[in-house]
């Protein structure tokens, strides 16, 4: 008898789970499909010396960098991004909000000739690229070339568009 009791709880909340799950699915959307529309970024800095616990040696452009593990910028920080057209082709500009804005400066001050890594998941990871601090960034405007192919960098953008109407609509996001 014990066994059947438990067995039957067992069978109870299994199938409870699954109504909520649907019914979450069905609320929010497919997060699969979700994901496969939104894009990430994150800002790493060049770590000096050898890999290391913190730091690991990365292809970025054909060129290995030693990059910091954990980045210093993320999406979360983004309130703009676009594709601009320069003189050697197109380049995207990512616009930070004002807690990026002072992040991306303190970083960019205090690390002149180093390079920040730009990795994106859309919908696979890779390093985009790796340019070098030249000097201050103060206006939170970070604009770089990435290693993308045209189409590939629209897929950016848009994600990351995606992901920033998201956020503004979703006050839980």
Not at 12 to 40: F, N, Q
Not at 92 to 103: A, D, E, P, R, V
Not at 148 to 160: H, I, M, P, Q, S
Request: net charge positive; aromatic share 8%; hydrophobic share 45%.
């Amino acid at each position: 008898m014990k066994c059947w009791h438990s067995r039957f709880n067992l069978n109870l909340w299994m199938a409870a789970l699954a109504v909520i799950l649907t019914a979450c699915a069905s609320r929010h959307g497919d997060p699969k499909k979700e994901a496969k529309t939104y894009s990430t970024l994150r800002l790493s800095l060049e770590a000096p010396g050898p890999a290391n616990l913190f730091s690991g040696a990365v292809k970025v452009a054909g060129v290995y960098v030693n990059m910091a593990k954990e980045p210093f910028l993320t999406e979360l920080d983004v309130v703009k991004a676009e594709i601009v057209e320069g003189p050697s082709g197109y380049a995207i500009q990512i616009h930070f909000n004002s807690h990026g804005t002072l992040l991306l400066e303190m970083t960019t001050t205090a690390n002149r000739g180093r390079r920040i890594g730009v990795m994106s998941q859309f919908p696979e990871e890779r390093w985009l690229a790796a340019p070098a601090i030249k000097g201050r960034i103060s206006n939170g405007v970070f604009t770089f070339t990435p290693d993308a192919t045209r189409d590939e960098a629209e897929r950016l953008v848009k994600g990351l568009t995606a992901l920033i109407a998201k956020a503004g609509d979703n006050k839980d996001f």
